[in-house]
């Protein structure tokens, strides 16, 4: 027993923190696409960083608990209810046998994170529980949620302890306009100098090709030297490639293992959850860091996560 899915929503899948391992056969890591939002919706349950969630994007699902579970939403307002009444982000609540959670039309950001006190009972695959929607592995039965489905609770929580420490007061998805600090390279050799003062000073604008695989930006083009085509290299979450249009596309959860455009830059891990989170139409603006700054910046945002866990539990 543990939730039945009632209306899917646009896009709702089974994530975790990624299948690492298998690049090089040409697996994707998948995993969530706002590691913050996944981690912290976890932490306020008392699970393992890295439990399986539901990952919601732009409209989210109905489901029914068909058993007792403490649950958290992180990430995006999709105006959620539990049996119709309005209910808190970043709060942990108690979900009982019956009782409807219903996530609507994104209000701010655009994906939210659903996540249940003592996980849910997926069988992982390649020592992942995320879903691989092209490959179709992992997650639920290799594909998004549809009406109807039944996932199971592993271990269910029908009580927490510090229940009311186990909020927290972050509004993180209502920005229209964010910078993405980005490490210069590992190609930006090809690049004009033009090229790279354009790229690290305009604005470029979300478009509707943005899914998990990746996002594609409008804007200023952006000189090259003489092309944009390399021999095939690795690529990363967050690796920013310029194709022929000159116009860059940030590579996302769902990345393919290798790419033949040319890449500027790598936007740094603590700033990928604003990107996952701004909607076409949105707007974003680039700043170029050293490697050493952006380790600094992630060591700080690991001491928030250690003290945040600490505080809430």
Same mark, same amino acid.
């Given at each position: 027993?543990?939730?039945?899915?009632?209306?899917?929503?646009?896009?709702?899948?089974v994530?975790?923190?990624g299948r690492?391992?298998?690049?090089?056969?040409?697996?994707?890591?998948?995993?969530?696409?706002?590691?913050?939002?996944?981690?912290?919706?976890?932490?306020?349950?008392? $699970?393992?960083? *890295? =439990? &399986?969630?539901l990952?919601?994007?732009?409209?989210?699902?109905?489901?029914?608990? +068909? @058993?007792?579970?403490?649950f958290?939403?992180?990430?995006?307002?999709?105006?959620?209810?539990?049996?119709?009444?309005?209910?808190?982000?970043?709060?942990?609540?108690?979900?009982?046998?019956?009782?409807?959670?219903?996530?609507?039309?994104?209000?701010?950001?655009?994906?939210?994170?659903?996540?249940?006190?003592?996980?849910?009972?997926?069988?992982?695959?390649?020592?992942?529980?995320?879903?691989?929607?092209?490959?179709?592995?992992?997650?639920?039965?290799?594909?998004?949620?549809?009406?109807?489905?039944?996932?199971?609770?592993?271990?269910?929580?029908?009580?927490?302890?510090?229940?009311?420490?186990?909020?927290?007061?972050i509004?993180?998805?209502?920005e229209?306009?964010?910078?993405?600090?980005?490490?210069?390279?590992?190609?930006? $050799?090809?690049? *004009? =100098? &033009?090229?790279?003062?354009?790229?690290?000073?305009?604005?470029?604008?979300?478009t +509707? @090709?943005y899914?998990?695989m990746?996002?594609?930006?409008?804007?200023?083009?952006?000189?090259?030297?003489?092309?944009?085509?390399?021999?095939?290299?690795?690529?990363?979450?967050?690796?920013?490639?310029?194709?022929?249009?000159?116009?860059?596309?940030?590579m996302?959860?769902?990345?393919?293992?290798?790419?033949?455009?040319?890449?500027?830059?790598?936007?740094?891990?603590?700033?990928l959850?604003?990107?996952?989170?701004?909607?076409?139409?949105?707007?974003v603006?680039?700043?170029a860091?050293?490697?050493?700054?952006?380790?600094?910046?992630?060591?700080?945002?690991?001491?928030?996560?250690?003290?945040f866990?600490?505080?809430?539990?």
């Amino acid at each position: 027993m543990g939730i039945r899915v009632l209306q899917p929503g646009a896009l709702t899948t089974v994530q975790d923190a990624g299948r690492y391992g298998y690049q090089s056969m040409g697996f994707p890591v998948s995993g969530v696409m706002d590691r913050r939002s996944f981690r912290i919706a976890n932490m306020l349950l008392g $699970n393992d960083e *890295t =439990e &399986a969630v539901l990952e919601a994007a732009m409209l989210g699902p109905s489901l029914c608990f +068909q @058993e007792d579970c403490f649950f958290c939403i992180t990430g995006a307002d999709m105006q959620p209810k539990l049996d119709g009444v309005d209910i808190p982000l970043y709060t942990a609540l108690l979900g009982k046998a019956g009782a409807v959670l219903e996530l609507g039309l994104v209000r701010e950001g655009a994906r939210a994170y659903i996540a249940f006190a003592g996980g849910l009972d997926i069988p992982p695959v390649m020592g992942s529980c995320s879903t691989n929607l092209k490959c179709g592995i992992g997650g639920w039965q290799g594909r998004a949620l549809r009406a109807g489905d039944e996932i199971p609770f592993r271990k269910p929580k029908k009580c927490l302890k510090n229940l009311y420490k186990r909020y927290e007061k972050i509004r993180e998805c209502g920005e229209r306009h964010v910078t993405l600090r980005a490490v210069p390279g590992p190609q930006e $050799n090809l690049f *004009t =100098e &033009a090229g790279i003062h354009t790229f690290f000073s305009e604005e470029y604008t979300v478009t +509707q @090709e943005y899914d998990r695989m990746g996002c594609r930006l409008d804007g200023a083009q952006i000189e090259s030297r003489g092309g944009v085509d390399i021999v095939s290299d690795g690529i990363v979450f967050g690796s920013v490639q310029i194709p022929a249009s000159g116009r860059p596309i940030v590579m996302m959860a769902d990345h393919q293992t290798t790419g033949g455009y040319a890449k500027i830059a790598t936007v740094i891990s603590t700033d990928l959850p604003k990107l996952a989170q701004r909607m076409p139409g949105d707007t974003v603006s680039f700043e170029a860091v050293s490697i050493e700054e952006a380790q600094r910046i992630a060591r700080k945002e690991e001491a928030w996560m250690r003290r945040f866990r600490r505080a809430t539990n």
